[in-house]
């Protein structure tokens, strides 16, 4: 079976996933209008400035929204019993899940143009490569094999809101003192500080270390992701 | 060339933890054939079909799909085949028309060919009125038209129909039943898997009965018939309350049970049964008030290879 064609039907998934999950109440509660509330709660009455709000709000939007429609695309498919459809179409099992990413890619991707404007030519090659690392986290949290939707939007939220907080988005990494260290296991911390680079000119670590650190995360994510989810195929059904 | 068998399964063994769901069966399917899976929940018939349509990996055991090895050219096995999975699975929140061209897109069809090819199953299936209306819109019935539909959007070779007409209402039943008739004698392999003992008897060339996660007996509807002789029965029904232990005949009457109002007996000679049953009623005072000879049927042959 060649390439090509498999990376066609990749996308005929993405299509799918679009018109199916965009509109999802899930995806629109936990993944807009929870940030969206957390943030607000976190900026009323204090005096912020706009270079240290903006990251956090950017790196917020692409982090929460995609590992909240990660863990429900597979699991609704599971229990729809569409799933089982899906890998018995002559389609790869790397090119349903590159399918999905690209899904993520794009909600992602959107969400940030909806909300946000794009300031520096870094930040948007930062930006790419941070929905491409947030994408293949989703894909991580979609794999075990349950069909409950919420059960794995509990365990997301588990992993979800302790990342947030150590991400120096709400408390800078700098105040951390001695726990500073734990932000270092968090590729949010490495957008945010990018992003805090090209906006505001503060930062933890150079621009390169960033880079580097979200492209890093992003391939371990996805091959985890890829693995497990060969794994726990034959348990969805 | 085609090939004379659409399927050929060595040796198919799947293991769960320790379970063994199915153990070591062997059969072929020629090319053409309308061939029925019959067995109690639990026998093993869907996990066999997972592993035919390359869901589950074999614990052991190959299988053949026309000239590819499920196992080691999954995509191009796949693209032979179409798949009516058990539990009605198309995307409800996608119209009628939407999951059938995302069919085509998984099976690598043109665009062109594709919307063709739509419109075609959507009018053949009754469902073309309410193409662009949401699936979840749909009745039950309906669903399963399209979900079969969505089975033949890459004009398969082979067929693999689950339980296709489980719970649906008269209509959709015989329409579903005469399409695979079909789509049967245009050549299409079918793989049909049913617990309805009569649909089998009526469509199959061929049955296999899995009991346990074996094969317990595999041949044409009527050879299992004649092979399981002694599943004859006369049904009897008299005017008085008789007991059913009563007309168990010496040798020649294996069985008698109640149902109903009758009395069924099961013979090898039927012929014999009927004087002993006039002479039965005439030295105990009763009449008569129907009798009828029942030729074996599927479902009995079923009942006594999956016995317990």
């Given at each position: 079976?060649?390439?090509?064609?498999?990376?066609?039907?990749?996308?005929?998934?993405?299509?799918?996933?679009?018109?199916?999950?965009?509109?999802?109440?899930?995806?629109?509660?936990?993944?807009?209008?929870?940030?969206?509330?957390?943030?607000?709660?976190?900026?009323?009455?204090?005096?912020?400035?706009?270079?240290?709000?903006?990251?956090?709000?950017?790196?917020?939007?692409?982090?929460?929204t995609v590992?909240?429609i990660?863990?429900?695309?597979?699991?609704?498919?599971?229990?729809?019993?569409?799933?089982?459809?899906?890998?018995?179409?002559?389609?790869?099992?790397?090119?349903?899940?590159?399918?999905?990413?690209?899904t993520f890619f794009i909600f992602i991707i959107s969400i940030?143009?909806?909300?946000?404007?794009?300031?520096?030519?870094?930040?948007?090659?930062?930006?790419?490569?941070?929905?491409?690392?947030?994408?293949?986290?989703?894909?991580?949290?979609?794999?075990?094999?349950?069909?409950?939707?919420?059960?794995?939007?509990?365990?997301?939220?588990?992993?979800?809101?302790?990342?947030?907080?150590?991400?120096?988005?709400?408390?800078?990494?700098?105040?951390?003192?001695?726990?500073?260290?734990?932000?270092?296991?968090?590729?949010?911390?490495?957008?945010?500080?990018?992003?805090?680079?090209?906006?505001?000119?503060?930062?933890?670590?150079?621009?390169?270390?960033?880079?580097?650190?979200?492209?890093?995360?992003?391939?371990?994510?996805?091959?985890?992701?890829?693995?497990?989810?060969?794994?726990?195929?034959?348990?969805?059904? | 060339?085609?090939?004379?068998?659409?399927?050929?399964?060595?040796?198919?063994?799947?293991?769960?933890?320790?379970?063994?769901?199915?153990?070591?069966?062997?059969?072929?399917?020629?090319?053409?054939?309308?061939?029925?899976?019959?067995?109690?929940?639990?026998?093993?018939?869907?996990?066999?079909?997972?592993?035919?349509?390359?869901?589950?990996?074999?614990?052991?055991?190959?299988?053949?799909?026309?000239?590819?090895?499920?196992?080691?050219?999954?995509?191009?096995?796949?693209?032979?085949?179409?798949?009516?999975?058990?539990?009605?699975?198309?995307?409800?929140?996608?119209?009628?028309?939407?999951?059938?061209?995302?069919?085509?897109?998984?099976?690598?069809?043109?665009?062109?060919?594709?919307?063709?090819?739509?419109?075609?199953?959507?009018?053949?299936?009754?469902?073309?009125?309410?193409?662009?209306?949401?699936?979840?819109?749909?009745?039950?019935?309906?669903?399963?038209?399209?979900?079969?539909?969505?089975?033949?959007?890459?004009?398969?070779?082979?067929?693999?129909?689950?339980?296709?007409?489980?719970?649906?209402?008269?209509?959709?039943?015989?329409?579903?039943?005469?399409?695979?008739?079909?789509?049967?004698?245009?050549?299409?392999?079918?793989?049909?898997?049913?617990?309805?003992?009569?649909?089998?008897?009526?469509?199959?060339?061929?049955?296999?009965?899995?009991?346990?996660?074996?094969?317990?007996?595999?041949?044409?509807?009527?050879?299992?018939?004649?092979?399981?002789?002694?599943?004859?029965?006369?049904?009897?029904?008299?005017?008085?309350?008789?007991?059913?232990?009563?007309?168990?005949?010496?040798?020649?009457?294996?069985?008698?049970?109640?149902?109903?109002?009758?009395?069924?007996?099961?013979?090898?000679?039927?012929?014999?049964?009927?004087?002993?049953?006039?002479?039965?009623?005439?030295?105990?005072?009763?009449?008569?008030?129907?009798?009828?000879?029942?030729?074996?049927?599927?479902?009995?042959?079923?009942?006594?290879?999956?016995?317990?």
């Amino acid at each position: 079976m060649n390439f090509i064609g498999q990376l066609k039907r990749s996308l005929a998934v993405t299509k799918k996933d679009l018109f199916v999950f965009y509109l999802k109440g899930p995806v629109l509660i936990s993944g807009i209008l929870m940030p969206s509330f957390l943030f607000i709660a976190f900026i009323v009455g204090r005096n912020l400035s706009l270079s240290f709000l903006i990251p956090g709000l950017l790196g917020m939007a692409l982090f929460v929204t995609v590992s909240s429609i990660g863990p429900v695309v597979v699991q609704w498919e599971t229990r729809m019993k569409t799933f089982e459809r899906l890998v018995s179409a002559p389609i790869a099992l790397w090119a349903i899940i590159f399918g999905l990413f690209i899904t993520f890619f794009i909600f992602i991707i959107s969400i940030i143009l909806l909300g946000v404007e794009i300031i520096s030519l870094s930040l948007v090659i930062g930006t790419i490569i941070a929905a491409f690392c947030f994408s293949s986290l989703g894909l991580l949290i979609s794999a075990p094999p349950t069909d409950n939707p919420s059960n794995m939007m509990m365990i997301s939220s588990m992993i979800k809101f302790p990342l947030l907080f150590i991400s120096g988005i709400f408390v800078p990494i700098s105040s951390m003192g001695k726990w500073k260290f734990i932000s270092y296991i968090s590729p949010l911390t490495y957008y945010t500080d990018l992003a805090r680079y090209s906006i505001g000119g503060t930062n933890n670590f150079s621009p390169i270390v960033d880079l580097l650190a979200l492209f890093g995360f992003s391939i371990l994510f996805f091959i985890s992701a890829v693995i497990w989810h060969k794994k726990s195929l034959t348990k969805r059904f | 060339m085609i090939k004379i068998y659409s399927i050929e399964v060595r040796d198919l063994t799947k293991k769960f933890n320790g379970f063994t769901a199915v153990d070591k069966i062997s059969l072929v399917v020629k090319s053409g054939e309308l061939f029925g899976l019959l067995g109690p929940n639990g026998a093993g018939k869907t996990t066999t079909i997972r592993m035919l349509t390359g869901i589950f990996k074999p614990t052991s055991g190959t299988a053949l799909i026309g000239e590819y090895d499920i196992q080691k050219n999954p995509l191009e096995a796949k693209q032979l085949m179409g798949i009516v999975p058990e539990m009605a699975n198309a995307y409800v929140d996608l119209s009628a028309l939407r999951n059938l061209l995302l069919m085509g897109e998984l099976y690598g069809i043109r665009k062109k060919e594709r919307v063709k090819r739509a419109e075609y199953l959507l009018k053949l299936f009754g469902l073309y009125e309410k193409r662009n209306n949401k699936v979840k819109t749909f009745s039950k019935g309906m669903k399963q038209r399209l979900i079969v539909a969505m089975g033949l959007m890459n004009e398969p070779r082979l067929l693999f129909l689950d339980e296709p007409t489980a719970g649906l209402d008269v209509g959709s039943v015989r329409l579903i039943r005469k399409l695979i008739k079909e789509f049967n004698s245009k050549g299409i392999t079918i793989i049909l898997t049913t617990h309805n003992i009569e649909e089998a008897n009526q469509l199959c060339d061929r049955v296999a009965i899995m009991n346990h996660g074996r094969i317990v007996a595999i041949d044409s509807p009527e050879k299992l018939k004649s092979t399981f002789q002694s599943t004859a029965s006369i049904e009897v029904a008299f005017d008085k309350k008789v007991k059913a232990e009563e007309l168990l005949f010496g040798d020649v009457v294996t069985e008698t049970k109640k149902v109903g109002d009758k009395i069924r007996l099961y013979s090898k000679r039927t012929g014999e049964v009927i004087p002993m049953l006039v002479e039965y009623a005439n030295s105990s005072g009763s009449k008569i008030i129907s009798l009828n000879t029942l030729a074996p049927n599927l479902e009995d042959v079923f009942v006594k290879l999956t016995k317990e």
